[in-house]
């Protein structure tokens, strides 16, 4: 099982350095720890994520157990290797003083007019299936962070309903929550969604971390 006094310790310390950074500005009220930051990354480097995005990316996976299908229709590129990658994942580790052995293989995704990710959460269910297997490889999410390459012409918010926050995209903006609550367990107040594109394509990365380092450490 999960340790919720450890990812609540985890929670805390995350939550006092976004709240020491001048960049980071709180979004989610008393109901979650959700932060963004503006500017978090140039342009330049946005467009060098969104090319490698587009030159590898596949249809988007998820866990299969009780999903709908259509819940997911974007595509999705596995970051394993690539040096701008990597520097980026460095920069989100400094920001939220985590480890990179916690963190799961960087995903950029792509979305086009119509694709969308409705409503779900991303810590792991434990009574599900797949917690079996994901328990052994670094155990539940804590943090995820999702980058902003750009934004399409239209659509493409970051849907949080029961925030009553909804977020456009901006290039190079970075938005990131706790996924556990305070008392370290899972908060269902960052239920969340990547809303249709209606117009142009939506590039982001994500980020999400774990408890424990991952079996192997960084592995997809």
Not at 44 to 73: F, H, M, N, W
Not at 136 to 146: F, H, I, K, N, V
Request: hydrophobic share 40%; proline share 7%.
């Amino acid at each position: 099982m999960a340790d919720p006094a450890r990812l609540a310790a985890i929670g805390e310390a995350v939550r006092a350095r976004l709240l020491a950074d001048p960049r980071a500005e709180p979004r989610g009220g008393h109901r979650a720890d959700l932060f963004t930051l503006p500017g978090f990354l140039p342009q330049a480097d946005c467009q060098a994520l969104i090319d490698a995005i587009d030159a590898a990316a596949v249809p988007s996976t998820l866990y299969r157990e009780g999903k709908t299908p259509g819940i997911r229709t974007s595509s999705t590129h596995y970051f394993r290797a690539d040096p701008r990658a990597l520097d980026l994942g460095q920069a989100l580790d400094h920001l939220l003083g985590l480890e990179r052995s916690q963190a799961e293989t960087m995903q950029g995704q792509r979305y086009r007019v119509g694709e969308e990710y409705r409503h779900h959460c991303d810590f792991f269910r434990e009574k599900r299936t797949h917690w079996q297997t994901e328990r052994l490889r670094g155990g539940q999410r804590s943090w995820t962070a999702m980058l902003y390459l750009n934004a399409p012409q239209a659509g493409g918010a970051t849907d949080f309903p029961k925030l009553g926050l909804a977020i456009t995209p901006e290039p190079g903006m970075l938005v990131v929550w706790n996924n556990m609550d305070r008392a370290g367990r899972p908060n269902r107040a960052v239920l969340h969604a990547g809303t249709p594109v209606l117009a142009g394509v939506k590039h982001v990365i994500t980020q999400w971390y774990r408890l424990h380092p991952r079996a192997p450490a960084g592995a997809g």
